[in-house]
């Protein structure tokens, strides 16, 4: 490529070429993603440094410009944009008993769509049986609309009634359910159907687009009320459970039916149904009218039935009517009247509260609600919903044709990926909520074995295409790994190598959907069936792979084909073992990994449990040392099981540290080389480029050998040898981005690549940038490398292939000539032998394990703790502390070693949040393990007792918590009932009910001493709690989330040393706890990925059209409402908001807190975030009292979820206070600001710029109050930071001296007045004092320098010299050099996506 302008497709308007070639360089990680996957081609080697030079890279490049625009599309790429970019158009509906209206679609839209709309809208929503025709012609359910002949803009649609059939009507009927039940949460609370609650419209008093024009009338101070309830204040020490779901007025549902059931007189007999009858129902209207209806196939009629005479005629009138409302409203003036009105508050309500979730998030509290008789829901209960299930033809679903049929799809270009995915994440979040389904009714009992003559613990079933298997050591298979603790860590470790083969998304290879489900204290894994396995047996099917670990071994070709793909992004490497004839067998995967080709041709690969290496600091083997980091920790320990593995993150991470160690390597050689180098100049100018970097000399060699001992040396070594040639290095490096642009990119296995796309993970986008700028003598090596890979070593002096072979050999990589580092899963695993031939690569093998092993423990603890230590890392609860370890590679088993390090930490005190988030997760998660066995001994009738128990002895301080065990409702001869113990965990079982809270807690004890090495010396709740300053009620949130648990929403007594806290009747439901893969949307995440990075380097507007962009492709790929579209509307806001758009960046904020509630729950830290987010804007828009209203929710849920002790508090009651001051309620705003003082003061130290700028917040709340000795004290203490941190010059410092002079002047005036009044009495001439009250501007523009925003005022002359810059580049770029992208970073914006 010559240069990069060229490329762009002819047919783009007004894109300019600095923004697309910026975009090629600017996001290295997002381009370099988005390179490897929109060319069509199939190869999974990523880009070491995908500047975009690469053959596709013109696809790219449209892509990358967010404001294409179709233009007849005559090139090719253009596809990409149009699919997108699409303009609507409107087209006139004419439906029976209204007035036409005008409806907008889009071209892609199929007419389905159409129908979904006006089955919402609300003068048309009780219509479901109808067709449309255009010009008399019936348009197809299933045809797009740009493939339908004469549709244009203005065309009339008319809305024609057809006839029911028996599938119709029973749809009808289900349909009107589902609208009178439109505003009843009851669905959230169970958990059914996607449902899930939100309760942001209660403190915006509904949609808040609208109160912006309705409340700017009258100043709005007046009205407000500010003071918080009680237990809000800072220092409260009640922790309420009651508010966490305020009483939403409209859920008091308007009543228009008392019962709509189906009739006992169905099925119509045999002469009704050639009159036309489908089905009978049975209504009892509000006026207490019992009637009985008939649906026909010309609709709804009364007949004349009653009760116990069956009378199918025509009642007179018999009201006949197309839908059921039309009929109810006619004969039910109540009805008629409330349905309306329901009618009307549901379009009212934002869409996505009632838009349903892709998997279903579940409600640890609910109230008490009525349970009202539901013809519907009594019906899906009994026919297990399989009859019609999402009107598929053919009934029941093969799961795995769909799972599989969708990976098959094509993925050429933009808009087959994008239907791809699409199809993907439909199916994945299907079958989870089947699976799921499935799970509880095997579990509750309800689903026949296949295998019914065994024990209930070995027993497997089949439901709806999926099988189901306990996670119990069936057959001993699990005997010499850990037993039963092995069979319930393996479905995990499966479903994580599900998940990483699914993310690399190999042509030809297949795995199994697999769901994995606790409920009721049992595991159930549920998976998809491969066709034909269940006529086979195994040992004939299994053609690759071994299915007694490694005794006996198979291999197979196109396996080996398939997997060898996947072997470099997940760092798996090809290796030999013995079978049981003693004959090398190679493999790509562990000897588990089973292959089986299914009968319909496809190659499977399944039991995945081995995908990544053995975590060695859990495995002890004899014989075997472990680095002396390891061994200072105290490992390796003990674990349940020998199923330990390392994470991919952590894999990732140890190979990226490794590449840059090769890279230090061989920098520091071929500086040692410079250095020795004689002035002879290599003799042909041709070879130059090359060799520039590497002439003929003598490399030392000494510096390998350090290396390999120990890693952290080296690079301190390397360093520090580095630093002092620096200058010398600024030459040659030049020379090197010439060759790099003429070198076609070779692709070599840098790790640096991969981690983005495999992961999900969003690396800032600088990082590879600030890595080459800190070492000199980098680029060379980069060059070399490069250079090494693409000519196979060959045309490279053999200096230089010195230096590099030196450098594999020092980091462990498996190749000679270049940086490849690849772990093999089978070391360690009992029962496999290698060869003898390989008895070296496998000690080279066994010190990479140990190597990643004393990495976790030396690096990235540490690193965690130091991002935890400068705020970068904010855990808020168990989830997200959960989160932090993982992102970083650490499993959760280490929390102990977390907790230890934190624990010797000289800046301990600063860790106290997370050391508390710490403690009370190895806690919770002990009494989690307890809880499961304790639950597998309690049959079903007792199960409320049984939980409530459970939780009286964890967190009550009632000492004697006696267990009632159930009065039998039904008192019987019980011991006649002979098949009691079918239930799994079924028998007349008791021995729950002698737990003890002492018991309970020595238990949780020895548990963490066990499993997380752990020492917790409290013998009951009240200790820990008073030892770790734990709250109850965080803890009793934790277990419940954990397990399960849903509990009644009241206020529960839990230090009453008296009477237990919680009684059976509490405990309202358990409900399953769900593992599953979460497919992504790979475009859209680029898309994401390089907005954030053009955001960061101050490109805002850019960086908006792109996210806008994303957010498009979210919506395309994910449906609405999705935890990756929640951080892209945030975002979306937070830029709208710096660009001076307010309005806007409420309305995409609003729509962010309700995703966040809908998708993650109510008290998510994420939806906290949200809150104060939304608060900030709703101030800006002049809107307090909302402001306040959110903020005070937020610190509420805060408060349940961490307590007040928390560094985020800070910032969230330095917001309170500022908007407090703004409406002039003093005394309530020193309240808060003095507690953020403090908590800042604690966790940021004393002397931070944090504290300094809560002290001028403070000061300023004092001015304000005349009280102007403590507002100077304050004032001084910050000015004295700013003057230790900054420096007397710096402008912070000057603004805090001028406020000091001022309030000196101040309070000297003041005192002169009272001297006055004292000296002269009541006739003193007063001289009026300058009170300032605030002004919203100031108080807005502290509001945003707490949150992190900063606007930069630019002046005429930035401006110019910005233009200038600019324009450099784009010179610079068309001579096809190019340089790093301006390092202007005016916004942190710290936005990652979540990731599972």
Known sequence: MVSKTDDIPASVPDCNPVDIADGAQDGKEASRTRVKESCGCEHSAAMVNGDGAHEHSEETETKQDGNTEADGGEDSNEQEVIVIQDTGFTVKIQAPGT????????????????????????????????????????????????????????????????????????????????????????????????????????????????????????????????????????????????????QNKDWKPMQCLKVLTMSGWNPPPGNRKMHGDLMYLYLVTVEERHVSVTASTRGFYLNQSTTYTFNPKPANPSFLSHSLVELLSQISPAFKKNFTALQKKRVQRHPFERIATPFQVYSWTAPQVDHAMDCVRAEDAYTSRLGYEEHIPGQTRDWNEELQTTREL?????????????????????????????????????????????????????????????????????RELGGDAAAHAAPTNDLNGVRAYGAVDVEGLYTLGTVVVDYRGYRVTAQSIIPGILEREQEQSVIYGSIDFGKTVVSHSKYMELLDKTSRPLKVQRHNVLN?????????????????????????????????????????????????????????????HRLACLRQELIEAFVEHRYLLFMKMAALQLMQQKANKDSNKADTPAITETSETSTESNAEKTQTQTTATDSSNATEASTESTSHTDNSTNAASQATTDSEENSSKPATNGPLDTTATQNGECKGPLEGKELEESIPGLAQAKELAETLVA???????????????????????????????????????????????????????????????AFLVSCQIPSLVKDCLDHSALPMDGATLTEALHQRGINVRYLGTVLEFVDKTPAKAQLEHFYRIGISELITRCAKHIFKTYLQGVELSALSAAVSHFLNCFLSSFPDAVAHLPLDELVSRR?????????????????WASLTPSDLWKNIASEAQSYYHFTIQCESVDQVVEKYGLQKITLLREISVKTG??????????????????????????????????????????????????????????????????LNLFNNVYGAMHVEICACLRLLARLNYIMGDHAEALSNQQKAVLMSERVLGIEHPNTIQEYMHLALYCFANGQLSTALKLLYRARYLMFLVSGEDHPEMALLDSNIGLVLHGVMEYDLSLRFLENALTINTKYHGPRSLKVALSHHLVARVYESKAEFRSAL????????????????????????????????????????????????????????????????????????????????????????????????RQQLQELGKSEEPLEDTPLELEDKIPID
């Open 1045 to 1110: 648990i849903q509990i009644l929403i009241k206020e529960y007594n839990f230090d009453s040393r008296h009477k237990p806290a919680l009684t059976e009747e509490d405990i309202l439901n358990i409900f399953p706890v769900v593992k599953h893969v979460n497919p992504k949307a790979s475009d859209a995440f680029h898309f994401f990925q390089s907005g954030q990075a053009k955001v960061q380097q101050g490109f805002l507007k850019e960086g908006c059209e792109l996210i806008n962009e994303a």
């Open 791 to 853: 000519e196979d070593g060959s045309g490279i002096d053999p200096k230089s292939r010195e230096v590099v072979l030196n450098a594999c050999k020092a980091v462990g990589s498996i190749s000679n000539t270049s940086f490849d580092i690849r772990f093999n899963p089978d070391i360690f695993s009992p029962g496999v032998r290698f060869p003898d031939d390989s008895a070296n690569d496998i000690l080279k093998q066994k010190q990479l394990l140990k190597d990643a092993a």
């Open 975 to 991: 011991k006649s009932r002979k098949r009691r113990n079918r239930v799994p965990g079924g028998g007349d079982n008791t021995a």
């Open 1273 to 1368: 004290q304050h004032e001084k203490e910050g000015y004295t930071i700013y003057k230790n941190q900054m420096g007397e010059a710096h402008e912070k410092t000057k603004e805090s001296s001028e406020y000091l002079k001022y309030l000196t002047q101040q309070a000297v005036a003041l005192q002169r007045t009272m001297n006055e009044i004292y000296k002269n009495g009541s006739n003193a001439s007063i001289m009026p004092l300058k009170f300032t009250a605030p002004n919203m501007a100031s108080v807005l523009e502290q509001l945003n320098i707490i949150n992190g925003i900063i606007f930069i005022p630019l002046s005429q002359k930035d401006l110019e010299n910005l233009k200038a810059e600019v324009q450099r």
């Open 99 to 246: 007035e036409p209206f005008d409806l907008q679609v889009s071209p892609q839209e199929m007419v389905q769509e159409i129908h979904q709309v006006l089955m919402d809208r609300e003068d048309t929503c009780h219509r479901t049986c109808f067709s449309l025709q255009l010009d008399g012609n019936v348009l197809d359910n299933f045809a797009e609309l740009k493939s339908i002949e004469g549709l244009q803009e203005g065309s009339q649609l008319k809305v024609v009634e057809e006839p029911y059939t028996v599938r119709e009507a029973r749809i009808h009927v289900r349909h009107i359910r589902d609208l009178l039940k439109s505003l009843d949460p009851s669905d959230a609370y169970n958990g059914v159907d996607c449902n899930s609650l939100s309760f942001l419209s209660i403190f915006t008093d509904g949609d808040l687009g609208d109160c912006g024009k309705r409340k700017k009338k009258g100043n709005e101070l007046e009205q407000i009320d500010c003071t918080p309830p009680e237990h809000i204040l800072p220092g409260s020490k009640e922790r309420p459970l009651l508010p966490l779901q305020p």
């Open 580 to 640: 049981e004839k003693n004959e090398a067998v190679e493999l790509c995967s562990s000897v588990e990994c089973k292959g089986i080709i299914g009968n319909d041709g496809r190659h499977y690969i399944l039991d995945l449990l081995r995908t990544f290496p053995p975590d060695l600091n859990f495995l002890p083997v004899e014989g075997e040392e472990l680095p002396p980091e390891s061994q200072r920790q105290g490992f390796p320990r003990l674990h349940r």
């Open 410 to 478: 094509p993925r050429k270009n933009l808009p087959e990926r994008l239907l791809r995915e699409r199809a993907i994440f439909k199916v994945h979040s299907d079958f989870a909520a089947a699976a799921t389904r499935g799970a509880m009714a095997v579990i509750d009992g309800n689903v026949m074995a296949i295998n019914p003559g065994e024990e209930t613990r070995m027993q497997m079933f089949i439901w709806n295409n999926i099988f189901f298997s306990l996670g119990f050591d069936v057959r001993d298979h699990y």
